[in-house]
């Protein structure tokens, strides 16, 4: 385990937004975590906060007067089972990128749509990433974790993580009580079946691509991402930083008399943004992206207060014109996410 001090979080997350943290732990061995309990506990220090790639996170202006803890272990195991499916497990801290990859570089289906999301696998479960008609929670079987406080090690099946659209358990009620150490999978080799999200088969029609195979939609889905969204490591973003809007079941009739569309209950709140008038707008130099409106980039913003400022703003035009009410999808360090 590394223990450094005085670090800006700015430097580790991709919005390059907060302030310094007293202390980063990066773990680089799967029972790390336990010295680092003990660490904190030798320090006197009662704060933590567990960070993956910093993707889909940034700070308060404050100092985090505590420990920003790191996943770098990033084992990948992986296992024949019957029927076709194959066991993986994974170290929290493996970029999600590069299990992707492993999974169809083996022939699975059940991730491939999720290809080229930033961060680590470890925070996968934690917003129950998901993105072109697929989501982490349906490949997920359980959850290696150490319950921070008690240094208890045990596994969490799937069906008890209460994974729902960008939530779980790792970021509702249990916050912070859990360090995720490795999460199993377990995928099917074969091809992904029903329809396709519907930017994702426009852009293979475009294309004359009617091959289902892992590795081709993979290679689609990054295409259509790269030409929509900044790659956080050279633009300072965080990805998708506004949710999409979920509406009750009786409530889509009236979306389409509107005519917002929408994904089922889902409206695109991409393109609520986008017909407010706010895709290329800059707001205290935070641009909402002239490519993907749901994309928030630091071009020029240098504090929390500032980006705080332009989202109060943005989300006040899209309720006067729409009337739904905008969240931000980033956790926030220095916040109510601080133990």
Request: net charge negative.
């Amino acid at each position: 385990m590394k223990v450094r001090e005085n670090i800006p979080i700015s430097d580790l997350v991709t919005m390059r937004i907060g302030g310094n943290a007293r202390y980063v732990f990066e773990l680089e061995k799967e029972l790390d975590i336990i010295s680092a309990r003990e660490k904190l506990e030798e320090l006197g220090i009662e704060k933590y906060y567990f960070l993956g790639a910093g993707a889909n996170t940034f700070a308060t202006d404050e100092e985090f007067d505590g420990a920003i803890i790191i996943n770098k272990y990033d084992k990948i195991e992986t296992e024949e089972l019957s029927g076709g499916k194959i066991k993986f497990t994974v170290g929290g801290g493996l970029k999600w990128d590069d299990f992707v990859n492993k999974t169809i570089e083996l022939g699975c289906t059940g991730v491939e749509c999720l290809a080229g999301i930033p961060g680590t696998v470890g925070a996968a479960p934690v917003q129950n990433i998901g993105a072109y008609g697929q989501e982490v929670k349906d490949t997920i079987s359980r959850v290696y974790v150490a319950e921070f406080e008690t240094k208890e090690l045990k596994w969490i099946l799937a069906e008890d993580c209460n994974f729902s659209y960008r939530r779980s358990i790792f970021n509702g009620k249990e916050r912070g009580k859990y360090f995720i150490i490795k999460v199993e999978f377990i995928l099917e080799k074969g091809e992904i079946e029903g329809e396709l999200y519907n930017s994702l088969q426009r852009y293979l029609d475009e294309k004359g691509i009617t091959s289902r195979e892992p590795v081709v939609l993979a290679e689609a889905v990054r295409n259509v991402r790269d030409s929509k969204l900044p790659d956080p490591e050279f633009i300072a973003s965080s990805g998708s930083f506004f949710k999409n809007i979920y509406v009750m079941p009786e409530e889509v009739e009236d979306l389409d008399k509107r005519g917002i569309p929408h994904h089922g209950t889902k409206v695109n709140t991409g393109w609520l943004l986008e017909n407010s008038g706010l895709k290329g707008k800059d707001f205290y130099g935070f641009k909402v992206s002239d490519k993907a409106a749901l994309v928030l980039i630091n071009e020029s913003g240098k504090t929390y207060a500032d980006m705080q400022k332009a989202v109060a703003e943005i989300s006040k035009i899209v309720e006067e014109k729409f009337g739904f009410k905008l969240e931000p999808e980033p956790n926030v360090i220095g916040k109510e996410d601080i133990k």
